[in-house]
Nanobody, 124 residues
Framework: QVQLVESGGGLVQAGGSLRLSCAASRRTFSSYAMGWFRQAPGKERDFVATISWSGDSTYYADSVKGRFTISRDNAKNTVYLQMNSLKPEDTAVYTC?????????????????WGQGTQVTVSS
């Protein structure tokens, strides 16, 4: 079992930046591949980015590629999502998720543990 707590959300103007953090409770954090997902009001949850347990492999949704960067610090049991050049359409609740194993997946069905989410609002 692992608990995930996100932070770093907020209100930002279009073109601005935010860095989200997701802290995990388990010391075996390095055993988990991590992902970020987002859900806008009235829409389904979408994949944003994922990173392997070692940090060597990453994968992004086309909509955020080149603007967002996922990273992790296993010593701090934390995964980050650096979001630059934010757009109003990035407005959503952002949630981190964890799955045991080395492979990375973009499907939320592959993840066993989820945080509560943090709101990101981008004004135009």
């Amino acid at each position: 079992q692992v608990q995930l707590v996100e932070s770093g959300g907020g209100l930002v103007q279009a073109g601005g930046s935010l860095r989200l953090s997701c802290a995990a409770s388990r010391r075996t954090f390095s055993s988990y591949a991590m992902g970020w997902f987002r859900q806008a009001p009235g829409k389904e949850r979408d994949f944003v980015a994922t990173i392997s347990w070692s940090g060597d492999s990453t994968y992004y949704a086309d909509s955020v590629k080149g603007r967002f960067t996922i990273s992790r610090d296993n010593a701090k049991n934390t995964v980050y999502l650096q979001m630059n050049s934010l757009k109003p359409e990035d407005t959503a609740v952002y949630t981190c998720a964890a799955r045991v194993g080395r492979s990375i997946y973009s499907s939320g069905d592959e993840y066993s543990y989820w945080g509560q989410g943090t709101q990101v609002t981008v004004s135009s």
